[in-house]
């Protein structure tokens, strides 16, 4: 073999008279991270959902996810880009994180994090519940600085402790924000609604810096005029984004721990996606997929999707500006 047949990113599981349906799952059936010689992206299962505060079981997200990500093809229409040919998209499988301690599983992910960072190798994880978020963007933020965050959400996560934890599934924001990971000039919730116990929450969140952008402002504005309002805003610097499922409305996402009526539709999140071009995404998190409510494995193909689009941006974006 050449060298430069040897750079060739190994692409998705291609056997002829083997369907996809069957064998063992690795997302959108690409190679294990330990069956190539480099990396640039890497899917990362974090199946850890001990700070969820009402209904459990994302643990289980990641390996749902990916039976569902059998069905993701090669070829991206929308931004005409081959993902998995662009850059080496590798299965990292899953971490093992303690179930017993927030603190100790906090620990060992910004670890992790943190070696793939130093690798160069850019992580589009699968959740785990949304404290997961911390870590990943404490190693984001070790490596690159403050980052810009587009935060897919129905809430805020930025409360403050909920029975006395300070690290939980609705604290990320806040403390990452407290501890100075973020540019908060370049930060953007995207779907909120519902959930939110007190005016004062929202006020809160705008004294920390956010933006937000309503569910609602879908009806009114439209997705391309708010493509427009969250390009503005993270415009200046490369950005993380962080997509908890329960952004979709639950008659497209119904399996998440904390589901809010009248939230996006998959069209909306997707054509938000899609205008996120050009903006340099140095990580992202699918999170809250708790696949024990789930019907027709719904919730597991659209955040399969979901992981793809992030992943097809990045290869647009690699391909189109060097980023
Ligand atoms: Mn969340």
Redesign the pocket.
Known sequence: MSDSAKSVPIGQRDIPDYPRYAGLATFALLPRIEDVRRADVAVLGIPFDAGTSFRPGARFGPNHIREASRQLHPYHQTHDVYPFKVNQVVDAGDLGVTPYSIEAAVASIEKSADEYAEQGIRLVTLGGD?TIALPLLRAVAKKNGPVGVIHF?A?L?TWDTHFGAPIW?GSPFRRAAEEGLLDLERCIHVGLRGGVYDKDELEADGVLGFQIIRADDYETDGAATIVERIRNRVEGGPIYISI?I?VLDPAHAPATGTPEVAGLSTRELFATLRGLTGIGILGADI??VAPAYDHAALTGLVAAHTAWEVLSLMAYDKEHFGL
């Open positions: 949304h959400d809430h996560d599934h908890d329960d999170v809250e």
